[in-house]
């Protein structure tokens, strides 16, 4: 439905991931990644009164039902009616097809004044008018106001059109309005994306002639809204409702209230105070977490903004407007909006958004119309919220200018502030399992209720005590306590992680972490180290071909000395001694390096080529920028080796004074580095010449592609290669002469007038080396049958040689590399390019023998091989093109490449995300790893992403590690899996313990007595409560990560082959033990002694028989606990949990104490009728027995016996594993593809260079 172009906050809108529509339902950000349906409601009187009339039937019992599910409520009361006409919009999120979501909002109806008064009361409240509204200016436009009669409303292109209402509703902080052509509701976008670059300009601003008036700016902040990012703290009574709301309280509330009607008055008021402690942690931690959000993104300040004709203001940063012009200072500041630098540079620190405290040297927009802005495309132009400005430039002392695109939860900042607001649902199967299990439980005690009662009216017995004992059922059979059982699994386990300085922001997902079994991992900074080291240069001289490698580039004049004259070619300036070379003086100036508080401070890359030179950078103050023509804000120089002013050679060239033999070069114009054109450029002015200088730095392929031919050399695509193979990271650079000499046209110039007929001056060769504990992490995880994939926008040569450092990839494991060709002409007809795969090595081949291979020879000299007869094995490698053309041409091709892919280069935030998403779709349990906001897509698509960086941006992920590690992902794993198998632990123990207590109440009931108040409390508080809640201290297993995750589905095999076959060896040895107790010549049955008047109807249950089911149940209880806390090969084993032991010990040695001999005030708060001493010790034989059946049981039958059922031939054929990419494997394994192609030879050049490495 949305017709505007991309997002502004980065939103996924390419065409690459398919978002499913029905033409028949409305769409709000139809095709992005947020796409959601639409429905209009209407209010219905008579469906309103006679939804109520039931509700006070109900005594509001219904009106309970429907806050949990209120689109019932909705339909209840309204009538789906066309949105033209709604009064309400239900909105509905699908997530990734599994999950729904729902929005109920009201549509507002305003007029242009009501809007605008609301709006400015809002930016006002609590707040004092600044002095500057007491300017006339301003109270002209202020007047104005109570005549305003229109807004103004945001068109796709960029412009703003005037209206005198509105309607609009806001979803998830964001704004949409009714687009009355349209007929839809259209989401309110900033400024900028998809216009042209020319039209975000505004040639007058300098003069102060651009700029929105009050009135404008009031219009439009009725329609952006303020620019604050509020993020609601709610008060306690709300979050008390909220709470108290919860079906899982209203049951225990239920649960009290059936206690209470039945004379459990101790256990009623113990479980009261236990949910009343949980609700308070609950309530006061939420507070906690939603205050330190809304101090960790609230800020404000003061501004100056351009109101035209001359006329400056100074506002606060909440009253900013898409299209205000602001005045950034020179001292810096932080940026409270996203905008669009038009005048001047600034040097900012992006850490908040890529955790990386290296400023970045942002430039003005570049006056394009046939460009379109996009604020990925141009990040270098553009000033995102939260981001703090170091410092600002410009020539002559003029004002440093920017344009407001994007203010609130539209920026940058917002987006990411929304997405912890709003956070995507967590899909795990153990979790649906759960649900489905509860809810077998709840079946069963309805079952187990039925037949009490009908029992009851069958025995002639009466009464409402009656009936609320066989509520007590339900209340027995589903266990309250297992939702905080549960959490407090979740909760050590995330305390363990903290502790290991891996930081969790979704509980919920440290169960998910157990089962991965797929990483991806970015490679800079992630795999490898965040610095790169300088390996040497490869300069190109004049007769077109390389010279040998300098280790250092220190020594390159010395180099290009030794050479013939005519043969020192391009790198050089001239013969000169004192003319520093040209590819030095590149690497000299063609970088974003600026001084911070006396430290040289910039790109990594940029720092290590800088610093190799040996030349210094200055950057002068305004009083000394005079004697450098005020157009070089930045200057390096560099005095040669042995140069001084005594040499014949060179003493005419030396510049008199003190700087002797100095060379000195301004840095005249920066174009920055565009990851899209994947090279910067810079303009630079040698001091005391005319002449300027074009310096291009870049990708190689790039570079290569805007120099003449006849300058690189005939084996550059060989060398580059054979570099690149080895792992080095490589960049080229290139020069030409600008021939423009005025200063204006230099500031106006567009970089593709001047980045075409380079010169080739030679390679930068820089080695970016593994993090130590890389290639252990790795070979740890594939030992672990984890698959690990590299996904980075690096070289696609680079990333396969760091896969083969790494142990990613095998060192005789095939490497074949996936990409296409255009196809022109008479075999283009379906317009599809064709896939080629073609081996990455010539040495990777394996045959049988040095007979030649069954092969065949292509046109082009390429060797096509048969690899019909075996199965391939190895990997393959994908650029991000690549990936696109496969996505848009060969879908069918997608789910082969994710299986086999291990290397997907140069792709970008994205295709990350794309990856990831293509993953899941195969059934992978994914997670991503990564340092940076170019993954930050991709670590919220993942089941459980990983950010290695403490930026703002890495909220967008679960988890975050404090040490830039890889180690975090199998300790992550690791006590994932712990975590889960806790779970399942708790899980099935409280399940067990709930089906023990239901087997022994219905024993109990079909004998006339029950457990006793202080019976129920002893079990339930002292036993299960202190059980449970030291279960989840059980460390994780500290050795190597098996080679199978656990189990993730409560339905499977082994866990209800488990609980089934141990709740009927409870009820075999209670029934063992009420037969037995019949036997006995003492024994008097319960009725005969009670006149057959049963104690629900007394309130007296001391009996044998209660005596032998009470003690027979506690021992179950203990010897469940036990069964189910394994250890190996996920958690430790249990001797080692000492609070465990401690609770199991203590636990033990209370129980036999009652079973045996309890003394006279145990036996009256117990109500116990004991035995003989004869049948004691009878049942204490039957719970040994039991203690030994069970535990033989889960280590036999279940653990040896269920589990490898399951990964047997016969069970796979009765129950085949649903994960899609087993069935991708198979059906590769039984095909042809990939159809391989050999690499022509390589020349051999650069071998002995390299080997220096």
């Known amino acids: 439905m949305n017709q505007f172009p991309n997002g502004e906050d980065g939103r996924t809108t390419s065409p690459d991931i398919p978002y499913s529509r ?61 949105l033209e006409v709604a009064e309400k919009v239900l909105i509905v999120e699908i997530y990734q097809k599994k999950h729904r979501r729902v929005h109920i909002r009201s549509i507002t109806c305003m007029s242009a004044l009501e809007i605008i008064n609301a709006a400015n009361n809002q930016t006002a409240k609590g707040k004092k008018k600044s002095a500057e509204h007491c300017n006339s200016h301003v109270l002209q436009d202020l007047n104005r106001i109570d005549d305003a009669s229109s807004l103004s409303l945001p068109n796709s292109d960029g412009t703003f059109r005037s209206a005198t209402s509105v309607r609009m509703f806001t979803c998830k902080k964001l704004r949409y309005i009714w687009n009355i052509e349209t007929k839809e509701f259209l989401k309110v976008k900033s400024l900028g994306p998809g216009m042209p670059t020319s039209s975000l300009h505004h040639a007058e601003a300098q003069q102060g002639l651009a700029g929105l008036s009050l009135l404008e700016q009031q219009r439009r902040r009725a329609i952006f809204g303020s620019n604050f990012i509020n993020v609601p703290v709610k008060s306690v009574l709300e979050l008390l409702l909220l709470e108290v709301l919860n079906p899982f309280y209203i049951f225990q509330v239920v649960s009290v209230l059936i206690w209470i009607m039945i004379e459990y008055y101790y256990f009623a008021a113990a479980i009261m105070v236990m949910s009343a402690a949980g609700i308070t942690i609950s309530i006061i931690q939420t507070r906690k977490n939603q205050k330190k959000l809304r101090n960790t993104v609230h800020g404000s300040d003061i501004i100056d903004v351009c109101r035209g004709s001359g006329v400056y203001e100074t506002i606060r940063t909440e009253e900013l407007v898409p299209g205000d012009i602001i005045i950034l200072p020179a001292t810096g500041c932080t940026m409270h909006c996203d905008a669009i630098l038009l005048f001047g540079t600034c040097i900012v620190n992006e850490s908040m958004l890529t955790g990386e405290s290296v400023p970045v040297t942002k430039t003005p927009l570049p006056f394009q119309p046939d460009v379109l802005y996009h604020p990925k495309e141009h990040s270098r132009h553009t000033l995102f919220s939260g981001t703090k400005v170091v410092q600002t430039r410009f020539y002559n002392d003029e004002k440093v200018m920017a344009v407001v695109t994007s203010t609130g939860f539209m920026t940058a900042k917002g987006s990411l502030v929304s997405a912890i607001m709003y956070p995507p649902p967590v899909d795990f199967r153990f979790e649906r399992d759960s649900y489905r299990f509860i809810g077998f439980l709840a079946s069963l005690a309805s079952i187990g209720f039925t037949y009490s009662i009908v029992k009851k009216i069958i025995s002639g017995e009466a009464g409402l005590k009656v009936v609320f004992h066989s509520f007590d059922i339900i209340t027995i059979c589903v266990p309250p306590a297992l939702p905080a059982a549960m959490t407090a699994g979740i909760i050590l386990a995330q305390k363990r992680l903290e502790q290991r300085n891996i930081f969790c922001i979704s509980p919920r997902s440290i169960n998910v972490s157990g089962s991965l079994n797929c990483i991806c991992f970015d490679k800079t900074g992630t795999l490898t180290e965040d610095g790169l080291d300088l390996w040497g240069i490869v300069p190109v001289v004049e007769s077109r071909r390389y010279i040998p490698p300098l280790r250092t580039p220190l020594k390159l004049s010395q180099a290009l000395s030794t050479l013939r004259p005519y043969d020192r070619g391009p790198s050089s ?238 060192s005789h494991d095939q490497v074949v590399i996936v990409n296409y060709e255009e196809i022109i002409g008479a075999g283009s007809t379906e317009g599809k390019p064709r896939l080629t795969y073609t081996l990455a090595e010539k040495s990777s081949i394996q045959t049988p023998s040095n007979t030649t291979s069954p092969s065949t020879m292509n046109s082009s000299g390429d060797t096509t091989l048969d690899i019909n007869d075996t199965d391939f094995t190895g990997h393959l490698a994908i650029t991000g093109k690549c990936w696109s053309v496969i996505q848009e041409h060969y879908q069918d091709l997608v789910p082969r490449c994710v299986v086999k892919g291990t290397i997907f280069a140069r792709m970008s935030p994205d295709q990350k995300q794309q990856l990831v998403q293509a993953l899941q779709q195969l059934n992978y349990v994914v997670g991503m790893c990564g340092d940076g906001a170019n993954d930050c897509g991709a670590l919220k698509a993942a089941h459980a992403g990983i950010s290695l960086s403490d930026s703002e941006a890495s909220v967008a992920s679960p988890f975050t590690s404090r040490e830039a590690s890889i180690s975090c992902v199998p300790e992550l794993i690791r006590q994932g899996r712990c975590a889960l198998v806790t779970s399942f632990g708790i899980f099935k123990y409280m399940a067990a313990y709930s089906l023990t207590q239901f087997i022994s109440v219905m024993i109990l009931y079909e004998i006339g007595t029950n457990l006793t108040d202080f019976q129920f409390l002893y079990i339930d508080l002292f036993l299960i409560c202190s059980l449970s809640a030291v279960f989840g201290r059980t460390q994780p297993h500290p050795g190597p990560l098996f080679n199978h995750p656990p189990l993730t589905s409560l339905l499977s095999l082994p866990p209800v082959g488990s609980l089934l076959i141990q709740v009927c060896l409870v009820g075999l040895f209670q029934a063992l033990s009420m037969i037995i107790l019949t036997k006995q010549d003492w024994f008097v049955p319960y009725m005969t002694l009670h006149n057959n008047v049963t104690g629900l109807a007394t309130g007296d249950y001391a009996s044998h028989e209660n005596y032998a089911i009470f003690s027979m149940s506690m021992c179950q209880y203990i010897v469940l606990a036990l069964a189910y806390a394994k250890g190996r090969p996920f958690r430790e084993v249990f001797l080692k949990n000492y609070w465990f032991v401690g609770a199991l010990g203590a636990s033990t040695a209370f129980s036999l104490y009652v079973l045996i001999d309890p003394g006279y005030a145990i036996k009256k708060w117990l109500e116990l009728e004991m035995p003989p001493m004869e049948f004691r010790l009878v049942i204490f034989s039957l719970s040994a027995a039991q203690v030994i059946v069970c535990l033989l049981t889960e280590e036999i039958v279940i653990d040896r016996g269920l589990v490898k059922v399951m990964d047997s031939s016969f069970w796979l054929k009765l129950r085949p594993r649903k994960e899609k990419y087993l069935a991708v494997e198979k059906e590769i394994k039984l095909s042809d593809w990939p159809p391989v192609e050999n690499l022509v030879e390589l020349s051999p050049l650069v071998t002995s260079a390299v080997a220096q490495k």
Not at 37 to 66: C, D, H, P, Q
Not at 654 to 678: H, M, N, T, W, Y
Request: hydrophobic share 35%.
């Open 573 to 810: 300036a001239s013969c000169n001694k004192l003319d520093p070379p040209l590819l030095l003086m590149g690497m000299a100036t063609c970088h974003s390096l600026t001084i911070i508080d006396g430290n040289l401070s910039g790109d990594p890359l940029d720092l290590k080529m800088f610093e190799s030179t040996g030349w210094v950078l200055v950057e002068p103050s305004n009083e000394d920028t005079s004697k450098y023509d005020n157009i070089c804000p930045t200057v390096v120089t560099w005095t040669p080796e042995g140069g001084n002013k005594t040499d014949p050679e060179t003493y005419d060239s030396v510049e008199s004074g003190a700087d002797g033999a100095k060379v000195e070069v301004g840095i005249v114009r920066q174009f920055p580095f565009s990851s899209s054109l994947q090279r910067m450029a810079i303009i630079c002015k040698r001091i005391g010449q005319e002449q300027l200088h074009f310096f291009c730095k870049g990708s190689p392929e790039m570079v290569q592609s805007l120099c003449k031919p006849d300058t690189v050399p005939g084996n550059h695509n060989q060398i580059l290669e054979e570099y690149t193979r080895q792992g080095f990271r490589v960049i080229a650079l290139a020069h030409r002469v600008v021939e423009i000499r005025s200063l204006h046209k230099l500031q106006k110039v567009q970089r593709e007038d001047l980045e075409h007929e380079l010169t080739f001056l030679g390679l930068v060769v820089l080695e970016n080396r593994l993090k130590p504990d890389t290639k252990a992490i790795v070979n740890q995880l594939s030992d672990a049958a984890v698959r690990t994939i590299m996904v980075t926008g690096d070289n696609l040569l680079t990333a396969i040689s760091v896969a083969r450092d790494c142990g990613m990839v095998g």
């Open 22 to 82: 029905n033409a028949n339902v409305s769409y709000i950000n139809a095709g992005e990644e947020d796409q959601m349906e639409l429905y209009g409601y209407r209010r219905s009187n008579f469906r309103t009164a006679l939804t109520w009339l039931f509700i006070l039937k109900t005594l509001g019992i219904l009106r309970m039902v429907f806050h949990w599910f209120p689109e019932w409520f909705l339909n209840c009361t309204y009538t789906r009616c066309s």
